[in-house]
């Protein structure tokens, strides 16, 4: 069981930046990739941007060039920061961490509860 905890979310004007944090407890030395996901009201949860145990990352059209994912993975914490965001950006966003277990092959999704992010236009 991985545990994830979001924080940094909150009310920022258009052009302006958050940082959110996803710090993971348990057992994290089964997790492979992180990631983090939003989901506005009304439309379904999209990738926003995900990094791989090594450090490969893959990022939303909608975002690149303005969000950046990073991990610690001496701390199990991974991080978005985000710049010039954009009314558009609003939405609950959630942090995701993904395990393989090597014996079974199971692969499995954890999810945090979601840190609320508001960009006022």
């Known amino acids: 069981q991985v545990q994830l905890v979001e924080s940094g979310g909150g009310l920022v004007q258009a052009g302006g930046s958050l940082r959110l944090s996803c710090a993971a407890s348990?057992?994290?030395?089964?997790?492979?990739?992180m990631g983090w996901y939003r989901q506005a009201p009304g439309k379904q949860r999209e990738a926003v941007a995900t990094?791989?145990?090594?450090?490969?990352?893959n990022y939303a059209d909608s975002v690149k060039g303005r969000f950046t994912i990073s991990r610690d993975n001496a701390k199990n914490t991974a991080y978005l920061q985000m710049n010039s965001l954009k009314p558009e950006d609003t939405a609950v966003y959630y942090c995701?961490?993904?395990?393989?277990?090597?014996?079974?092959?199971?692969?499995?999704?954890?999810w945090g509860q979601g840190t609320q992010v508001t960009v006022s236009s």
């Open positions: 990094i791989s145990s090594g450090g490969s990352t």
């Open positions: 995701n961490a993904r395990t393989y277990n090597s014996i079974t092959y199971r692969v499995t999704d954890y």
């Open positions: 348990g057992s994290t030395a089964s997790m492979n990739a």
